[in-house]
């Protein structure tokens, strides 16, 4: 689907919410729901994007909706797939339907994680979507898993001692692509039509899949309220946020540029970094070229640079 049909669709995921002026993840979730004519039950778990959308008697949602706890949107949906399957089995229900679980990072790669391993190990045909933001933004900034190294986060304090979240990103994708489910893919907003055929193609698919988008935070990455596809581009661009999918164990990077840019130009633009002196910057590039040298080779399963 091109940017103008996206663009004049009806949305399925409305204005009104509470989300934060800039938030990345409004334009994420009506991108998605957009990408497929056919019916989506939606399980969303704990975290801001459930919080802002379903403040009662209000909701976002155009679909139908359901709130999981922090670490269950996988199980819950994989719950209604299987309910739908009988019911579809036994001819009391016509209509394709198709079923989609979105959660931030801690909801996904943390506290959400083994009801995702089990939901995509039974192979329902479910969408899993984690929106990166990169900490536990809802309860104020704290620390995932998923968090940047070097990030300044409420509980990864910048000062005389220590310089951010010490740890390595938990590489999810890994994790997920270790399930030999058949689709798999990385997007960002600032490419939304990438985004869109992916959301396509995920919904199709027969089985499970999985998305992991990008998501600026405005008072999480410290950024200015209009900089949320500047930095989803950026974060591209630099190759610190690579698109790639794998479909059926085939891996493919969607965007190639002849040169990424520095990573210092995407670092520059968020408060969380701004401690970082510039042989902290270094080290990060350093492991953004690695793993890119190994991406381009097509080798996904390639060493990072620790
Ligand atoms: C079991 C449990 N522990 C803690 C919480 C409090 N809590 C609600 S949302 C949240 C953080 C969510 O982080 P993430 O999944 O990354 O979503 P984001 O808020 O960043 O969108 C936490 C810790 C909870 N609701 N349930
Ligand atoms: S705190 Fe961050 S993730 Fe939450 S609504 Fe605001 S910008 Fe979006
Ligand atoms: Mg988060």
């Not at 199980?75 to 009391?92: D, M, Q």
């Not at 055929?197 to 698919?205: G, H, P, V």
């Not at 999985?210 to 999480?220: D, H, L, R």
Request: glycine content about 8%; charged content about 25%; some cysteine.
């Amino acid at each position: 689907m091109n940017i103008k049909e996206l663009g004049y669709k009806d949305t399925k995921f409305v204005s009104g919410h509470r989300a934060c002026a800039g938030c990345g993840f409004p334009q994420i979730v009506r991108t998605i729901l957009n990408s497929t004519d056919k019916r989506v039950v939606v399980a969303n778990a704990t975290g801001c994007l459930e919080v802002v959308s379903t403040i009662y008697p209000f909701s976002s949602w155009k679909v139908p909706y359901m709130h999981s706890v922090f670490g269950n949107a996988s199980s819950t949906i994989s719950g209604i797939e299987s309910a739908y399957k009988v019911l579809k089995k036994k001819n009391k229900i016509k209509n394709d339907i198709k079923f989609l679980a979105i959660m931030g990072d801690g909801g996904c790669s943390d506290i959400g994680l083994q009801s995702l391993s089990g939901a995509l190990e039974r192979g329902h045909e479910c969408v899993y979507v984690q929106y990166a933001n990169g900490a536990y933004q809802n309860t104020g900034v704290q620390r995932s898993s998923e968090t940047p190294l070097l990030s300044n986060t409420t509980t990864t304090p910048v000062g005389k001692v220590h310089r951010g979240k010490e740890e390595m990103k938990k590489d999810i994708v890994k994790i997920v692509a270790a399930h030999n489910i058949p689709y798999i893919a990385q997007a960002s907003m600032a490419f939304p039509e990438d985004l869109s055929e992916k959301a396509k193609k995920a919904f199709e698919t027969k089985g499970p899949s999985f998305i992991n988008v990008i998501q600026p935070c405005v008072p999480g990455w410290k950024i200015d309220t209009s900089i949320n596809i500047k930095l989803s581009r950026l974060a591209v661009e630099t190759g610190a946020w690579p698109l790639f999918e794998i479909e059926n164990g085939k891996f493919k990077l969607n965007y190639v540029p002849e040169k990424l840019k520095p990573v210092k130009e995407y670092l520059k633009l968020q408060g969380r970094f701004k401690h970082l002196n510039n042989k902290e910057i270094e080290r990060i590039q350093k492991i953004v070229n690695k793993e890119w040298e190994y991406l381009k080779k097509g080798d996904f399963w390639g060493a990072r640079e620790y």
